[in-house]
């Protein structure tokens, strides 16, 4: 049997404390997979406590002297973001529903920065009400409106300005977000970033510290984020340069791919640091300009490969000369990313006493009504696969349960977390009573309840 290799180690696409036994993943945090499936059935998403925590405090260390804020967006549980504020994470939120798990996480306020290309007055009144450190404002209506609520609460609001510095990072369409045609922040070379600079600090109820960027998500391109933060440093130098202003702070957004394939690129932490920090020092010695705080907002790279989903096989179809594949009891409900962008995971058999042995290209299907709803194809698997078995899923810690859907009426799934030999709950697995509960049936009133049937 081997222990996953953590970082350092030769590549793993499993949690560290993961187990494999002849290809089998057999336990994870001291659990036997047999046993989180008896105890909590499938499909189920385990979280690796070891690989979280460790991915939190490797971010904290390789960033240290700067500021570190954990993207909720990747995977928005309440204790998720404890274990983020306790390792001394901000947390980023991106509405109103995240900001509310935040502060339910009991993160600081003044640690929480709140995004969105589209915030309602009720999301910034919430955030502005409960002293969040940044708002990331990310369009002229965005500034308009936080200045307002900030002086009807007598406030002045420390804000950022969200600018599409246009780098096109090599990553997937959907999930690239700082090329020039993006639904996201002020362009640089259309000149609006230096108009949302004016207009900000025109605004009495806002507080301009500095400038935030996000090339995209599962980028490995370090020069992508060494270009975008030389723009932003250029636009640091001009608003100097226009305004006697020197801003003191820089956020880098997050976007650091991780591997989900054993062959996948991972770029190691700290040169990831190394290369924002170096490219920031020398663009600010070119400009003489002392150098701004770094902020940071890893998602992906924190969560993903703490996870794993394990499913059971329900059916296992050949078409002779074509392909094989194995159902299972999931699919694009709980981890949508397969079917919305083409993302590729690796499998195993999980479970003691289940070694792979021969295995032959398997496409793993979802149960929903769906052809498309594919969660991995062609992915090598035990020619001997069959109903009953459990399979396990790698690296779904991120952009997987916080996308779920209840399409088809599928409940969501649990999350455990998983440690030192214990599992316990983060999130309850939905039942198909809580999809139905929101129905409003057609014969029932809603001021006055249930009708009686005639
Ligand atoms: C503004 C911002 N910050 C941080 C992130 C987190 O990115 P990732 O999970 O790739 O690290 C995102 C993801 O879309 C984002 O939009």
Redesign the pocket.
């Known amino acids: 049997m081997t222990a996953a290799p953590g970082p350092g180690g030769a590549p793993s696409v499993w949690p560290r404390t993961a187990v494999l036994d002849g290809g089998a993943l057999v336990e994870v945090g001291g659990v036997a997979a047999g046993d989180l499936v008896a105890r909590f059935g499938t499909p189920l998403h385990v979280l690796d406590r070891a690989e979280l925590v460790g991915r939190m405090r490797a971010y904290r260390d390789a960033f240290a002297g700067d500021e570190v804020v954990y993207?909720a967006?990747?995977l928005c549980v309440t204790g998720v973001l404890q274990l983020a504020a306790a390792e001394g994470l901000g947390v980023?939120v991106?509405g109103g529903g995240e900001l509310a798990t935040a502060l339910h996480a009991r993160v600081p306020p003044a640690r929480i920065w709140l995004?969105g290309n589209d915030k309602s007055v009720p999301e910034l009144r919430a955030a502005v009400e409960a002293g969040v450190g940044r708002i990331?404002a990310d369009g002229f209506d965005d500034l308009a409106r936080t200045d307002a609520l900030a002086r009807a609460l007598g406030v002045r609001q420390p804000v950022l300005l969200?600018i599409t510095p246009g780098v096109e990072a090599a990553t997937h369409r959907a999930?690239a977000?700082a090329g020039e045609d993006a639904k996201?922040g002020f362009s640089l070379s259309t000149g609006e970033a230096r108009r949302a600079v004016d207009r900000t600090l025109a605004l009495p109820g806002l507080d301009l510290r500095g400038l935030?960027c996000?090339v995209g998500?599962?980028v490995v391109d370090l020069d992508a984020f060494a270009l975008a933060a030389e723009r932003l440093v250029g636009l640091l130098a001009d608003v100097r340069d226009r305004h006697g202003r020197t801003l003191p702070e820089l956020n880098l957004?997050?976007?650091?791919g991780i591997r989900y394939l054993a062959g996948d690129p991972e770029v190691p932490l700290p040169d990831y640091a190394t290369a924002l920090r170096e490219a920031v020092a020398k663009a600010c010695t070119v400009h003489d300009l002392p150098v701004p705080r770094l902020v940071v907002?890893?998602?992906?790279?924190i969560a993903g490969p703490a996870g794993l989903t394990l499913y059971t096989v329900g059916t296992v179809k050949e078409v002779p000369g074509v392909r094989t594949f194995a159902a299972v009891d999931g699919g694009m409900g709980e981890n949508p990313r397969p079917a919305l962008y083409g993302a590729r995971y690796t499998f195993a058999p999980a479970g003691r006493g289940r070694a792979a042995g021969a295995v032959r290209p398997t496409t793993v299907a979802g149960r929903h009504c769906e052809s498309g709803d594919l969660l991995g194809i062609d992915v090598p698997l035990p020619v001997d696969l069959a109903a009953g078995d459990l399979l396990a899923m790698a690296a779904t810690g991120?952009?997987a349960q916080s996308m779920a859907s209840t399409y088809n009426r599928f409940p969501r799934p649990p999350v455990v977390l998983v440690g030192d030999g214990d599992a316990r709950v983060l999130v309850r697995g939905e039942t198909v009573a809580e999809v139905l509960s929101r129905d409003v049936p057609l014969d029932q009133d809603a001021a006055d309840g249930p009708r009686p049937r005639a």
């Open positions: 993207a967006k990747a980023d991106a995004h990331v969200r999930i977000t996201f935030h996000h998500s599962q957004g997050g976007g650091l907002e890893p998602g992906r790279s991120a952009y």
